[in-house]
Nanobody, 120 residues
Framework: QVQLVESGGGLVQAGGSLRLSCAASGRTLGSYAMAWFRQAPGKERESVARITRSGGSTYVADSVKGRFTISRDNTKNTVYLQMSSLKPEDTAVYYC?????????????WGKGTLVTVSS
């Protein structure tokens, strides 16, 4: 089992940048495909970005394409979400998640989330 802890959230003005980190413990992160999700107030949780175990392939949602980048450093057991050109509609709790094996399908482990607030 792996434990995930997100950090890096906060308040930022529109147009600004933040980098979220997700630190894993308990097992080697390289065993898991990783993803970032977000949930805005009153909305359903949505997938933001995914990355394969090696980091060789990534996916980002259309809503954040060109602005968000997912990456990982397996030597540090950490996954990142670099967010730039932030918009008020990016305001949400951002969750890190891990999945055994491939990146498609339901996630197996979740962090508790970090809040990102983008002011206009």
């Amino acid at each position: 089992q792996v434990q995930l802890v997100e950090s890096g959230g906060g308040l930022v003005q529109a147009g600004g940048s933040l980098r979220l980190s997700c630190a894993a413990s308990g097992r080697t992160l390289g065993s898991y495909a990783m993803a970032w999700f977000r949930q805005a107030p009153g909305k359903e949780r949505e997938s933001v970005a995914r990355i394969t175990r090696s980091g060789g392939s990534t996916y980002v949602a259309d809503s954040v394409k060109g602005r968000f980048t997912i990456s990982r450093d397996n030597t540090k057991n950490t996954v990142y979400l670099q967010m730039s050109s932030l918009k008020p509609e990016d305001t949400a709790v951002y969750y890190c998640a891990a999945r055994n094996g491939g990146w498609a399908g339901a996630m197996d482990y979740w962090g508790k989330g970090t809040l990102v607030t983008v002011s206009s």
